[in-house]
């Protein structure tokens, strides 16, 4: 492949990155911005830029304390002014004898021993590192000679509650700093046209802060487990104001009850039930029932039935309520699994692959199927809406948002009803309906949109869909997204099925799969829609009208970087029969080392003619297409040529069925199970070992010896 010089960012590349930031929180948060905000901005502004690079230097990088050595970067002129001029603007401080508490968590490990001999300790060197910490926790953290030479060689950033506060701002979480800037000026972060006007993400600064408070305790209780009895005690007093703040609120209800429930079970019920995140109920209700007043849990239910909650929680309160106090002795899911209107019977090659597997079955019987679940839906829904969520009037916050601005709160079908209910009218005429989501996919393929990725076949999931649905069902669906996208942009059903013109969705099982409550409350959600939705149970067996592809492959090497492959061949198995042969010798386009020419017979002579990788890759493909791929070691064969292929920037993905693994579950205590002892021992003919298509002859044999014992167990 010819290479792609890699793009190069500017020597201030992070300073520009910064002024980008402070720019957006000056110009679109001002109206959240505290006193210190604006403070630290302006002083920032006035530093000079050696100050300034050094700065956003310390910020970028993880620890909290940073030593002044290290601080040495080739753009700054000097670094020990640019230090001093941070200081004197109180943006940067000198550790202190009262930070080495903090400080010594960071340090290397020869860098605690060094303090431990200094003050007269023999500590044995291969020691760990918890215990090296836990002895200078013990022996020098609670004296009060810690001197300079222990803090003094590090400084760090002062402020950094106003920092956190104006990153947070920006990305509307904790989680990032500036490398995301850097990310997307490499090529590396695909992220939105930013050419739509900015917003900010809360309307006032009490909404701000709220969320921010949250996030910030999140954060210091997954760093420190300790403080979670202070941390539950501010979020019992705190006011959560704004959706933004109640879903930082109920993520960390969700936490912290997690941490008391083994000790607490009481503390952990009171914390979940401040939150009506589906989650959290299921957790307090089966809590309660477990260790608490069972009928007051029962009169609790009964009364929360009556409120407004997700479809998901009612049908998991109704369902628990059922079971456990009316003797119910199933649950509503595995009720839906027993009414499965579909059985197929599938290869445990398919095992990782379930929903493939069905695919590849209706294939063979002549009917259309593809995947479809949460991506179709949600493709469906950006590409009808897209001007309402995503056109060039609809603010945004920043480029970096995953989800559309529109969708950030949950007011979207309230403020764009009509023009919802217009875009939906067009659905009772398939034809009509069509054009424009053709016409937005094509003209806005590629673009991030934070809702589905684009491929190639997904005008063709969506022809399928929008021509062969009932009246009225697609605008059924599409409006209960547009009202509650949280609680309805998942669990929608693997597969979309079109068999004699009749349209329906499909849920795959394999065996000791489940039903989640999300698949179950949009399982009925379309059918209430019009749509026939059907279950599918999978069992394995061996099926003998499936086409096995044996595959054998002499590489120059064994190791898949700096190496090739010398020849491939494909042995085609089904019903127990050798139905066809294939295989080429490859040029790899490298020399081959004499060892390997000893093991396999093939040199240089043998590959000069033959053709390259690239000019067999569209044969061996059809060789490959509708078959599961079969090897002696199967990781080493696929390996080769899944890397063979994507060198020619193409996907390659399969089935596979390992011929190694399945003769040891088939046949257990064999000494060996390489092909050399496995044909010896059940008398395969193998002549010319290391040459791939006798190789690949003889392991058909041995997936045939298996398929055999397998049918009449």
Same mark, same amino acid.
């Given at each position: 492949?010819?290479?792609?010089?890699?793009?190069?960012?500017?020597?201030?590349?992070?300073?520009?990155?910064?002024?980008?930031?402070?720019?957006?929180?000056?110009?679109?948060?001002?109206?959240?911005?505290?006193?210190?905000?604006?403070?630290?901005?302006?002083?920032?502004?006035?530093?000079?830029?050696?100050?300034?690079?050094?700065?956003?230097?310390?910020?970028?990088?993880?620890?909290?304390?940073?030593?002044?050595?290290?601080?040495?970067?080739?753009?700054?002129?000097?670094?020990?002014?640019?230090?001093?001029?941070?200081?004197?603007?109180?943006?940067?401080?000198?550790?202190?004898?009262?930070?080495?508490?903090?400080?010594?968590?960071?340090?290397?490990?020869?860098?605690?021993?060094?303090?431990?001999?200094?003050?007269?300790?023999?500590?044995?060197?291969?020691?760990?590192?918890?215990?090296?910490?836990?002895?200078? &926790?013990?022996?020098?953290?609670?004296?009060?000679?810690?001197?300079?030479?222990?803090?003094?060689?590090?400084?760090?950033?002062?402020?950094?509650?106003?920092?956190?506060?104006?990153?947070?701002?920006?990305?509307?979480?904790?989680?990032?700093?500036? &490398?995301?800037?850097?990310?997307?000026?490499?090529?590396?972060?695909?992220?939105?046209?930013?050419?739509?006007?900015?917003?900010?993400?809360?309307?006032?600064?009490?909404?701000?802060?709220?969320?921010?408070?949250? &996030?910030?305790?999140?954060?210091?209780?997954?760093?420190?487990?300790?403080?979670?009895?202070?941390?539950?005690?501010?979020?019992?007093?705190?006011?959560?104001?704004?959706?933004?703040?109640?879903?930082?609120?109920?993520?960390?209800?969700?936490?912290?009850?997690?941490?008391?429930?083994?000790?607490?079970?009481?503390?952990?019920?009171?914390?979940?039930?401040?939150?009506?995140?589906?989650?959290?109920?299921?957790?307090?209700?089966?809590?309660?029932?477990?260790?608490?007043?069972?009928?007051?849990?029962?009169?609790?239910?009964?009364?929360?039935?009556?409120?407004?909650?997700?479809?998901?929680?009612?049908?998991?309160?109704?369902?628990?309520?059922?079971?456990?106090?009316?003797?119910?002795?199933?649950?509503?899911?595995?009720?839906?699994?027993?009414?499965?209107?579909?059985?197929?019977?599938?290869?445990?090659?398919?095992?990782?692959?379930?929903?493939?597997?069905?695919?590849?079955?209706?294939?063979?019987?002549?009917?259309?199927?593809?995947?479809?679940?949460?991506?179709?839906?949600?493709?469906?829904?950006?590409?009808?809406?897209?001007?309402?969520?995503?056109?060039?009037?609809?603010?945004?916050?920043?480029?970096?948002?995953?989800?559309?601005?529109?969708?950030?709160?949950?007011?979207?079908?309230?403020?764009?009803?009509?023009?919802?209910?217009?875009?939906?009218?067009?659905?009772?005429?398939?034809?009509?309906?069509?054009?424009?989501?053709?016409?937005?996919?094509?003209?806005?393929?590629?673009?991030?949109?934070?809702?589905?990725?684009?491929?190639?076949?997904?005008?063709?999931?969506?022809?399928?869909?929008?021509?062969?649905?009932?009246?009225?069902?697609?605008?059924?669906?599409?409006?209960?997204?547009?009202?509650?996208?949280?609680?309805?942009?998942?669990?929608?059903?693997?597969?979309?099925?079109?068999?004699?013109?009749?349209?329906?969705?499909?849920?795959?099982?394999?065996?000791?799969?489940?039903?989640?409550?999300?698949?179950?409350?949009?399982?009925?959600?379309?059918?209430?829609?019009?749509?026939?939705?059907?279950?599918?149970?999978?069992?394995?067996?061996?099926?003998?009208?499936?086409?096995?592809?044996?595959?054998?492959?002499?590489?120059?090497?064994?190791?898949?970087?700096?190496?090739?492959?010398?020849?491939?061949?494909?042995?085609?198995?089904?019903?127990?029969?050798?139905?066809?042969?294939?295989?080429?010798?490859?040029?790899?386009?490298?020399?081959?080392?004499?060892?390997?020419?000893?093991?396999?017979?093939?040199?240089?002579?043998?590959?000069?003619?033959?053709?390259?990788?690239?000019?067999?890759?569209?044969?061996?493909?059809?060789?490959?297409?509708?078959?599961?791929?079969?090897?002696?070691?199967?990781?080493?064969?696929?390996?080769?040529?899944?890397?063979?292929?994507?060198?020619?920037?193409?996907?390659?993905?399969?089935?596979?069925?390992?011929?190694?693994?399945?003769?040891?579950?088939?046949?257990?205590?064999?000494?060996?199970?390489?092909?050399?002892?496995?044909?010896?021992?059940?008398?395969?003919?193998?002549?010319?070992?290391?040459?791939?298509?006798?190789?690949?002859?003889?392991?058909?044999?041995?997936?045939?010896?298996?398929?055999?014992?397998?049918?009449?167990?």
């Amino acid at each position: 492949m010819p290479s792609i010089s890699p793009a190069k960012l500017p020597e201030k590349y992070y300073l520009d990155h910064a002024q980008e930031l402070f720019a957006y929180v000056r110009e679109t948060c001002a109206h959240l911005l505290l006193p210190e905000h604006t403070q630290y901005l302006e002083t920032f502004d006035a530093l000079n830029q050696d100050a300034q690079c050094l700065l956003v230097r310390c910020l970028s990088r993880k620890p909290k304390y940073l030593k002044a050595s290290s601080l040495a970067y080739p753009e700054i002129r000097n670094t020990a002014q640019a230090i001093h001029a941070a200081q004197q603007a109180g943006l940067l401080r000198r550790a202190k004898a009262t930070d080495w508490q903090a400080l010594h968590k960071q340090l290397t490990k020869p860098q605690l021993l060094k303090v431990l001999t200094t003050r007269g300790m023999t500590v044995n060197r291969s020691s760990s590192k918890a215990d090296v910490i836990e002895l200078v &926790q013990t022996y020098v953290c609670p004296k009060s000679d810690v001197g300079p030479e222990l803090y003094g060689e590090f400084v760090c950033c002062t402020q950094t509650s106003t920092i956190d506060y104006l990153l947070f701002l920006f990305y509307g979480s904790l989680k990032h700093r500036l &490398q995301k800037f850097a990310m997307r000026d490499l090529g590396i972060l695909r992220t939105r046209n930013n050419s739509n006007p900015a917003s900010a993400r809360f309307a006032t600064r009490h909404d701000a802060v709220s969320t921010f408070r949250l &996030q910030i305790w999140h954060r210091d209780f997954r760093q420190q487990p300790e403080l979670r009895n202070a941390i539950a005690d501010k979020v019992r007093e705190h006011d959560v104001i704004g959706s933004q703040a109640k879903t930082a609120h109920d993520r960390l209800v969700l936490a912290l009850g997690d941490a008391y429930v083994r000790e607490d079970p009481a503390q952990a019920i009171a914390l979940w039930r401040r939150s009506d995140d589906p989650q959290a109920i299921e957790k307090w209700v089966r809590e309660w029932y477990r260790s608490g007043d069972r009928d007051t849990l029962r009169s609790t239910l009964e009364q929360l039935a009556d409120t407004a909650l997700p479809a998901s929680t009612r049908v998991f309160i109704e369902d628990f309520v059922a079971r456990k106090y009316h003797g119910k002795r199933t649950s509503v899911y595995t009720d839906m699994l027993r009414e499965a209107t579909h059985q197929v019977d599938l290869d445990e090659a398919y095992i990782n692959d379930v929903e493939a597997g069905v695919i590849d079955a209706y294939q063979r019987r002549g009917i259309q199927a593809t995947f479809s679940e949460n991506k179709l839906w949600r493709a469906l829904f950006g590409l009808a809406f897209w001007d309402l969520l995503l056109g060039d009037k609809q603010l945004t916050h920043t480029e970096f948002d995953h989800l559309p601005a529109a969708l950030q709160a949950a007011d979207f079908y309230r403020r764009n009803q009509g023009e919802i209910e217009s875009i939906l009218t067009t659905y009772d005429q398939p034809a009509l309906a069509l054009q424009p989501l053709i016409q937005r996919a094509t003209k806005h393929y590629g673009q991030p949109t934070g809702l589905f990725r684009w491929r190639s076949d997904l005008i063709e999931k969506i022809a399928m869909c929008v021509k062969h649905s009932p009246p009225g069902a697609i605008a059924h669906v599409l409006r209960r997204m547009a009202q509650d996208y949280r609680n309805t942009h998942d669990g929608y059903p693997d597969l979309l099925v079109l068999e004699q013109d009749r349209l329906r969705f499909e849920e795959v099982k394999a065996p000791g799969d489940v039903l989640r409550p999300n698949q179950l409350v949009s399982i009925n959600r379309l059918r209430r829609a019009g749509f026939q939705v059907d279950l599918t149970q999978v069992t394995w067996a061996t099926d003998p009208n499936q086409t096995y592809a044996v595959v054998d492959i002499e590489t120059t090497g064994g190791r898949r970087g700096g190496n090739a492959i010398t020849e491939v061949a494909v042995v085609h198995v089904r019903g127990l029969e050798i139905i066809s042969e294939w295989s080429s010798l490859v040029n790899p386009g490298r020399p081959i080392p004499r060892h390997i020419t000893q093991l396999t017979g093939i040199d240089d002579a043998m590959v000069r003619d033959a053709p390259r990788f690239a000019d067999i890759a569209d044969t061996l493909r059809g060789q490959l297409n509708d078959a599961i791929f079969v090897a002696h070691n199967v990781g080493f064969d696929y390996g080769f040529i899944k890397a063979a292929y994507e060198d020619l920037g193409q996907s390659f993905r399969k089935p596979k069925f390992c011929t190694v693994k399945n003769t040891r579950q088939t046949f257990p205590g064999l000494k060996s199970y390489s092909l050399g002892a496995l044909t010896s021992h059940f008398d395969i003919d193998l002549v010319g070992a290391h040459r791939a298509l006798n190789d690949a002859r003889a392991t058909a044999h041995l997936l045939r010896l298996i398929q055999t014992e397998r049918l009449q167990t």
